[in-house]
T-cell receptor, first 111, second 114 residues
Framework: GQNIDQPTEMTATEGAIVQINCTYQ??????LFWYQQHAGEAPTFLSY????GLEEKGRFSSFLSRSKGYSYLLLKELQMKDSASYLC????????????FGAGTQVVVTP | EAQVTQNPRYLITVTGKKLTVTCSQN?????MSWYRQDPGLGLRQIYY???????DKGDVPEGYKVSRKEKRNFPLILESPSPNQTSLYFC?????????????FGAGTRLSVL
């Protein structure tokens, strides 16, 4: 089976940078997704990595190292609206589209 | 507007009373899936469908049924709900099941079984 680990909670100040780490153990890796989820709302897509390296999209960047089973999501210039849960999810080649989710990292942005 | 629509958004019911949560997508997606979300456990897949009339179990299928008679609809059926099915449910869809296909989620259905 798959094992996906990410920190439970992180706190940062408005305007700062926060890095959310995700480690995974899986067979047949077929990509890693990051989703943002505000309390009681639907997860919304942030980023997708399948090759090693950094993907940058505005204030958010995501990094992947397949050999280390490691990814991180970098949030820059934090805003209050970034307070949310961030979900790491792995897709495997034998899972028929099933995303295996980590438990999520609650990011709290303080003034 | 491209979207995944779930109904109802909130539901309180009693043990044993059959219920259906509907899910519809307007993006002509082949792949649809149901997840439940519980505190500390993350999202777990209940059932999925690769296309019309093709469904299969996910990680936590016990107590649930699904059907896929049309491409756009993928209802979740609880024949005899029990309190341990109290949860937040999400329907999701993607173009196919292959890598790189983004899954889009509905707004969620919060179910309480008394």
């Amino acid at each position: 089976g798959q094992n996906i680990d990410q920190p439970t909670e992180m706190t940062a100040t408005e305007g700062a940078i926060v890095q959310i780490n995700c480690t995974y153990q899986t067979s047949g890796f077929n990509g890693l997704f990051w989703y943002q989820q505000h309390a009681g709302e639907a997860p919304t897509f942030l980023s997708y990595n399948v090759l090693d390296g950094l993907e940058e999209k505005g204030r958010f960047s995501s990094f992947l190292s397949r050999s280390k089973g490691y990814s991180y999501l970098l949030l820059k210039e934090l805003q209050m609206k970034d307070s949310a849960s961030y979900l790491c999810a792995v897709l495997t080649t034998d899972s028929w589209g099933k995303l295996q989710f980590g438990a999520g990292t609650q990011v709290v942005v303080t003034p | 507007e491209a979207q995944v629509t779930q109904n109802p958004r909130y539901l309180i019911t009693v043990t044993g009373k059959k219920l259906t949560v509907t899910c519809s997508q307007n993006m002509n997606h082949e792949y649809m899936s149901w997840y439940r979300q519980d505190p500390g456990l993350g999202l777990r897949q209940i059932y999925y469908s690769m296309n019309v009339e093709v469904t299969d179990k996910g990680d936590v299928p016990e107590g649930y049924k699904v059907s896929r008679k049309e491409k756009r609809n993928f209802p979740l059926i609880l024949e005899s709900p029990s309190p341990n099915q109290t949860s937040l449910y999400f329907c999701a869809s993607s173009l196919t099941s292959g890598g790189g296909n983004i899954q889009y989620f509905g707004a969620g259905t919060r179910l309480s079984v008394l």
